[in-house]
């Protein structure tokens, strides 16, 4: 006998401390592209302030208020793609940043844990746009 649990509504499809960490790290790489006057920094900007807005009101309803007459769903898929797409590259500049900052000789030690903490990145810059299933 299965017994299947309910099905929450608030299922999240990330884990909140890899976003915690993916949203900080995104912040510190808008810091120090806003202190070096990039260009980086605009998009590093809309990406961070487009995911808090995805994670507060939730992916569902981020889709939803993306829908527009104008807009098709082309166009919704590029913008949340290129959205994640830019906070993982932002995260991942902020954590290079992090690292090249720490006081050690040798930084070639640094480059596991740096590729291993990417993955977890990506995959929290995902997540954060994945739709939850509709529950009726």
């Not at 993916?22 to 590093?44: D, E, H, K, M």
């Amino acid at each position: 006998m299965i017994i299947q649990a309910p099905f929450n509504k608030n299922i999240k499809t990330y884990s909140r401390l890899s976003v915690a960490i993916s949203l900080a790290l995104t912040f510190y790489s808008v810091l120090i592209s806003y202190n070096f006057s990039s260009i980086f920094f605009l998009p590093s900007l809309a990406s961070l302030v487009l995911s808090l807005i995805c994670i507060i009101v939730g992916a569902n309803e981020f889709y939803r208020l993306l829908t527009f007459p104008i807009y098709n769903s082309l166009i919704q898929g590029l913008l949340v793609k290129s959205t994640s797409s830019i906070l993982f590259l932002s995260s991942v500049h902020g954590l290079f940043n992090l690292f090249s900052r720490l006081n050690i000789r040798d930084h070639s030690i640094l480059f596991i844990p740096f590729v291993f903490i990417s993955f977890f990145l990506a995959g929290a810059s995902l997540g954060i746009f994945q739709k939850n299933p509709i529950i009726k």
